[in-house]
């Protein structure tokens, strides 16, 4: 049995990829069609800003293609509170809102803030978060990355533990749930810099292990200045591949 590859970009609608990736006659209505032709999956960046309408949701379900899914960036109001009795209520809803998407439905995606790093307050956070709703966590903070405890708390609620490759932090490559999500910011520099085949062999290995265990992987690269994002994303996709 082998798991899904889903891979692509945090966001698609960047100005400064026309040229590097957007045909220059390509109009900008156009952009997502010409995105889902070449990638299956995208992370949405704006519902981490604002929590879409259902008829938003509709909208992108209805313009996905068959077997492409979008992974939500959960609200700031969720991980970047200090409300979070609002923030637990806030999460289910967001959860519940998430389903409308049907199959264009992916995982969703909780970023905490560096400075967070309350383990009682994360683990009250999540205790609602149902198996089956594919919700993954990128944590910003050292003490919560290598805990190995907030760990078997989310391998329990098959809640994935989020594998980041940044300047300042180096890949833990921990599985917690039946899915993986890997994000990725830039080697050398956060957002500005392309990564290089020598660093994108161990995240190829590791798909191609995980993915024999049928186990599913999502990828998104966020170093989108230059088109960065786009370039590495087809490689590492055909590393994995060949």
Request: aromatic letters at 16%; glycine letters at 4%; proline letters at 4%.
């Amino acid at each position: 049995m082998s798991g899904k590859l889903y891979i692509g970009t945090s966001g698609y609608s960047y100005p400064h990829w026309v040229g590097s990736f957007y045909p220059q006659d390509l109009k900008r209505d156009k952009w997502f069609e010409y995105y889902a032709e070449r990638f299956n999956t995208v992370e949405i960046n704006y519902t981490f800003y604002h929590i879409p309408k259902e008829s938003t949701l509709d909208k992108w379900k209805k313009i996905a293609p068959k077997d492409f899914v979008y992974a939500l960036k959960a609200s700031r109001l969720i991980t970047h509170t200090r409300n979070w009795n609002s923030a637990r209520f806030l999460l289910w809803k967001f959860l519940k809102l998430s389903e409308n998407l049907k199959n264009a439905r992916g995982p969703v995606l909780l970023q905490f803030p560096p400075g967070f790093k309350d383990e009682d307050i994360f683990y009250n956070l999540i205790e609602n978060i149902k198996k089956e709703q594919r919700v993954a966590v990128e944590f910003r903070n050292k003490s919560l990355i290598e805990n190995e405890i907030v760990r078997s708390k989310l391998s329990e609620r098959n809640i994935a533990f989020c594998i980041s490759s940044s300047p300042k932090i180096k890949p833990h490559f921990v599985i917690t749930a039946d899915f993986v999500y890997i994000r990725f910011h830039g080697a050398k520099s956060m957002y500005r810099s392309s990564y290089s085949d020598e660093e994108l062999v161990p995240f190829a290995d590791f798909c191609k292990k995980v993915l024999a265990q049928g186990i599913d992987v999502f990828a998104y690269f966020n170093n989108d200045v230059e088109g960065y994002a786009v370039e590495n994303a087809m490689r590492l996709r055909g590393m994995i591949l060949s």
